[in-house]
């Protein structure tokens, strides 16, 4: 099993940053990581994953060049960095933990899930 909770969330400006964590514990070994929204009304979309290794990361076209996604895996936390926001960033972020894999697999189906944490972003 593997528990995950995020953190970081709140009211920006639009042009603002924020940066999201999510602490992992459990067996998280050898995991790809993603982050994932949802907006009122919408269906979660993925917005950025990475790799175990940390190597690989994808992003969801919208956020290129505005988000990165990064891990500590001695910290056992991935983090998103957002910078630039927009109104329509605001969403519950969801933090999600892939299956075991090779080290730079960046895709695939996630088992595990956070609470989530609420991103506004005001005009």
């Known amino acids: 099993q593997v528990q995950l909770v995020e953190s970081g969330g709140g009211l920006v400006q639009a042009g603002g940053s924020l940066r999201l964590s999510c602490a992992a514990s459990g067996r998280t070994f050898s995991r790809y990581a993603g982050w994932f929204r949802q907006a009122p009304e919408k269906e979660r979309e993925v917005v950025a994953a990475i790799s175990w290794s940390g190597g690989r990361t994808s992003y969801a076209d919208s956020v290129k060049g505005r988000f990165t996604i990064s891990r500590d895996n001695a910290k056992n936390t991935v983090y998103l960095q957002m910078n630039s926001l927009k109104p329509e960033d605001t969403a519950v972020y969801y933090c999600?933990?892939?299956?075991?894999?090779?080290?730079?697999?960046?895709?695939?189906?996630?088992?595990?899930w956070g609470q989530g944490t609420q991103v506004t972003v005001s005009s």
């Open positions: 999600a933990a892939g299956r075991v894999s090779i080290p730079d697999a960046v895709t695939g189906p996630y088992d595990f």
